[in-house]
């Protein structure tokens, strides 16, 4: 009797632990429109994009929509309110951007249980980039590359 007892309470500890960590491990869903100084360059940059919790990185899944232009970053977080979530995006050419995730219920439909941010970002070009961009353009009107032709000989 007295081992059927300690085995229920056991179990009843298991489903309780369980049950509340599975209500508090929320789906996140992130949506990064990052737009390069030089416009020329957007489509052509694939920044690099990490999410962390105080330091600690965040493994996710990253989709992209053409037709919005959006990256899509879905994860799971355990602690959603007590979260200190850093979105960090690097490129080639570019001064690295962080910014603080401000993760909310969907206000629209209370039922839904994910979390969700959307963050729009303006990537400057570094001073190297920017000096090497203006020194092509004016080598390229002194010297007319783009509108000769070139032969192999």
Same mark, same amino acid.
């Given at each position: 009797m007295r081992r059927l007892f300690i085995v229920s309470v056991l179990f009843l500890l298991a489903m309780l632990t369980g049950? +509340?960590?599975?209500a508090d491990n929320a789906t996140c869903e992130v949506? +990064?429109? +990052?737009?390069?100084?030089? $416009?020329?360059d957007n489509g052509r940059i694939n920044p690099t994009?990490? =999410?962390?919790? $105080?330091?600690?990185? =965040?493994?996710?899944?990253?989709?992209?929509?053409? $037709? $919005?232009?959006y990256t899509k970053l879905i994860f799971q977080h355990s602690n959603i309110s007590a979260a200190n979530l850093t979105l960090t995006v690097r490129a080639p050419g570019y001064v690295t951007v962080e910014r603080r995730l401000?993760?909310?219920?969907?206000?629209? *439909?209370?039922? *839904?249980?994910?979390?969700?941010a959307s963050i729009n970002l303006l990537l400057n070009a570094t001073e190297p980039y920017r000096i090497g961009r203006e +020194?092509? *353009?004016?080598a390229d009107k002194l010297l007319n590359f783009t509108g000769k032709k070139r032969s192999l000989l």
């Open positions: 049950s +509340v960590a599975a949506g +990064v429109l +990052v737009s390069c100084q030089y $416009s020329d994009l990490e =999410i962390t919790d $105080s330091g600690t990185g =965040i493994e996710y899944n990253r989709t992209y929509d053409p $037709s $919005s232009g401000n993760l909310k219920p969907n206000p629209m *439909d209370p039922q *839904d249980r994910r979390y969700y +020194v092509t *353009d004016k």
